[in-house]
């Protein structure tokens, strides 16, 4: 089993900074793709930002200039460094890997993995 916990976020008013962080833990063998998405009420859930297992980067226009993703394989950790905030950034930030595991045939399967979601409030 492969857990995904978040923490990092909460209320900051426009203008501020927040860092996110998701940490996997469990049977993990190596994470490609790690991300980060959000979902504001009512809208669909989006791609915020994502990072491979070389370090290559995209983001959302959105939030480009604003917001750096970062991961730590060492640790199985992906960060989001979120500065410049706006009001319309408020949303439930959700970390998203796919993770290799190993089970003990051997097989090698990749897998989806979602953390809890953190609430990211921007207001004054």
């Known amino acids: 089993q492969v857990q995904l916990v978040e923490s990092g976020g909460g209320l900051v008013q426009p203008g501020g900074s927040l860092r996110l962080s998701c940490a996997a833990s469990?049977?993990?063998?190596?994470?490609?793709?790690m991300g980060w998405y959000r979902q504001a009420p009512g809208k669909q859930r989006e791609l915020v930002a994502a990072?491979?297992?070389?370090?290559?980067?995209n983001y959302a226009d959105s939030v480009k200039g604003r917001f750096t993703i970062s991961r730590d394989n060492a640790k199985n950790t992906v960060y989001l460094q979120m500065n410049s905030l706006k009001p319309e950034d408020t949303a439930v930030y959700y970390c998203?890997?796919?993770?290799?595991?190993?089970?003990?045939?051997?097989?090698?399967?990749?897998?989806?993995?979602w953390g809890q979601g953190t609430q990211v409030t921007v207001s004054s």
């Open positions: 998203n890997m796919a993770v290799v595991v190993v089970t003990t045939t051997p097989d090698i399967y990749e897998y989806d993995y």
């Open positions: 990072i491979t297992s070389g370090g290559d980067t």
């Open positions: 469990g049977s993990i063998f190596s994470i490609n793709a």
